[in-house]
Nanobody, 115 residues
Framework: QVQPVESGGGQVQAGGSLRLSCVAS????????MAWFRQAPGKEREVVAT????????AYAGSVKGRFTISRDNAKNTVYLQMNSLKPEDTAVYYC????????WGQGTQVTVSS
C-alpha cells in the first residue's frame, strides 16, 4: 500500500502561492495514478487534481483549473501540487492518495488562505 506523507502547507494571503509535496513510502508510485484531495471544515473531502502514472495526463476540479498544477517525479516517488492565485476558499487540509481512493489517508497538510 502506498503511504503518502504530505508537506508544504502553510498560511498565505490571497493571491499567494504554495507548493505541496507528497512523498510516498511503502511501494513505488511509478505505475499508479495519483491524486490530490482537500477537505475544508464542515465539508466533504473532494478531489482537486489527478495525474496518470507517467504525468502525461492531468485533470482538475473546475474550482482550481488554471491556478493549480499537479506534477510528479517518479524517480523521487513524489507528487507535487503547485498552487497559485490562492483564494480564501482554498483553505483546507490537503491530502494525496493513490487508488483505491479512500483506502488510506495520510495526515495531510493544512493550507490557510487569508483575505
Amino acid at each position: 500500500q502506498v503511504q503518502p506523507v504530505e508537506s508544504g502547507g502553510g498560511q498565505v494571503q490571497a493571491g499567494g502561492s504554495l507548493r505541496l509535496s507528497c512523498v510516498a513510502s511503502g511501494r513505488t508510485i511509478s505505475t499508479y495514478e495519483m491524486a490530490w484531495f482537500r477537505q475544508a471544515p464542515g465539508k466533504e473531502r473532494e478531489v482537486v487534481a489527478t495525474i496518470n502514472w507517467s504525468g502525461s495526463s492531468t485533470a482538475y476540479a473546475g474550482s482550481v483549473k488554471g491556478r493549480f498544477t499537479i506534477s510528479r517525479d517518479n524517480a523521487k516517488n513524489t507528487v507535487y501540487l503547485q498552487m497559485n492565485s490562492l483564494k480564501p476558499e482554498d483553505t483546507a487540509v490537503y491530502y494525496c492518495a493513490s487508488p483505491p481512493y479512500g483506502s488510506y489517508w495520510g495526515q495531510g497538510t493544512q493550507v490557510t488562505v487569508s483575505s
